[in-house]
C-alpha cells in the first residue's frame, strides 16, 4: 500500500510548467519528490550578516540554532529585488537574529549555551514574509533574473506568509536603557 502511495506522489504534474520551462528543468520537479523549494524572505531591516535562530511566536524560547560549522558563504542570505533575500539557512517567520556577525559566530569552537543565544538576540530584529517559491535554492542561484521577475510581478501564484503578531516592547534595564 505504502508503495502504491509513494508511486502515485512521484506521479504527480508538475504546477507551475512557466517556472520549469524558465530554470530549465525538463518537468518542474527538483530530482527527488523530497527536495525543497527556495524560500525568500524579508525582513524589517538588514540583518543578513547576522545568525539567524527559530524561536517560539512569543520571543520566549529558542527552538533551534546553527553550530558554528553550518555558518559560512554558502549559508549567507543572496540579496534580491524589492529587499526579499534567497534563503539558504533556514529561516522561518518566527526567526530571530544575533547579534552575532556570521564571522564571529562561525569562529567559535562551539555554539553558545541556549541562555547565552537567548540574550544575544537582536531586539526588534525579525523576519516580516516568506514565500516559497515553485524552484530548488539550485535553480534559483542559476537563474536570479528568473525569481527578481516572480518579485516584480508581484510573486503571482505564490503564497506569501506575513508576520502578524506585533512583538510587545523589548524589556528595558533599570537605567531605561534596552537589552
Not at 504527480?12 to 520551462?21: E, G, Q, V
Not at 543572496?78 to 526579499?84: K, Y
Not at 535553480?139 to 503564497?159: C, E, F, H, T, W
Amino acid at each position: 500500500m505504502m508503495l502504491l502511495v509513494m508511486t502515485v506522489a512521484g506521479c504527480k504534474a508538475p504546477r507551475d510548467r512557466a517556472a520549469s520551462a524558465a530554470i530549465g528543468t525538463e518537468d518542474g520537479q527538483a530530482e527527488g519528490s523530497a527536495v525543497p523549494k527556495a524560500v525568500i524572505y524579508r525582513m524589517n531591516g538588514d540583518y543578513s550578516d547576522h545568525v539567524p535562530v527559530l524561536i517560539n511566536a512569543s520571543r520566549s524560547h529558542l527552538i533551534s540554532f546553527p553550530s558554528p560549522d553550518d555558518v559560512s558563504e554558502f549559508t549567507k542570505p543572496v540579496g534580491l529585488t524589492g529587499g526579499w533575500w534567497l534563503d539558504r539557512q533556514g529561516v522561518g517567520i518566527n526567526t530571530a537574529f544575533l547579534s552575532f556577525t556570521r564571522d564571529q559566530y562561525s569562529s567559535m569552537d562551539e555554539p553558545p549555551v541556549p541562555d547565552r543565544i537567548m540574550e544575544s538576540i537582536l531586539p526588534g530584529a525579525f523576519v516580516t514574509e516568506t514565500a516559497t517559491l515553485p524552484v530548488t535554492v539550485p535553480q534559483a542561484l542559476a537563474n536570479r533574473m528568473y525569481v527578481d521577475s516572480l518579485i516584480s510581478a508581484g510573486l503571482p501564484g505564490i503564497k506569501v506568509k506575513r508576520r502578524m503578531i506585533l512583538y510587545p516592547e523589548e524589556p528595558r534595564r533599570v537605567d531605561g536603557t534596552e537589552h
